[in-house]
């Protein structure tokens, strides 16, 4: 069974890796954002105007919980609404000016300072080979 990776090794790695971005990026305010919301961020900043419907397909989430990203995001002015005006019913979603400082800030910040901080006992090969690792798996499950 050595080769075999177990559910809880994944929620383990996803919780340590969620504390290595966290570490890359302190939070402006009064709190960071999870996941998700990144996620949903992230998929409007390449999708601008994109409904909650079209984010959820993108991104793989569930539509009710973008919608519930959604107005998070919205009730802290990261994102904002605007009407289609071919039909009142739909609202297309953007980004405020401030979520997209926030995307470049994450984009410039490379995560070997935090690695590097956060996990102190890692060699320099090790720090390497981790960083290379998730560069892989990013790029694998994109």
Known sequence: MSGLMRVVDVYRLSRRLKELADAAVPAEGDGR????????????????????????????????????????????????????????????????????????????????FALYEHEPWLSYKQQRDALDLMKSLADILR
């Open 33 to 112: 954002l999870k996941p998700g919301e990144m996620e949903v961020m992230n998929y409007l900043a390449e999708n601008p105007g994109e409904s909650v419907s079209g984010i959820a397909r993108g991104t793989r989430l569930s539509k009710s919980l973008v919608s519930r990203y959604v107005r998070e995001l919205h009730g802290v002015g990261l994102v904002k609404y605007q009407t289609d005006c071919f039909d009142a019913r739909f609202r297309m979603i953007e980004l405020s000016e401030s979520a997209r400082r926030e995307i470049r800030l994450r984009a410039e910040v490379s995560v070997q």
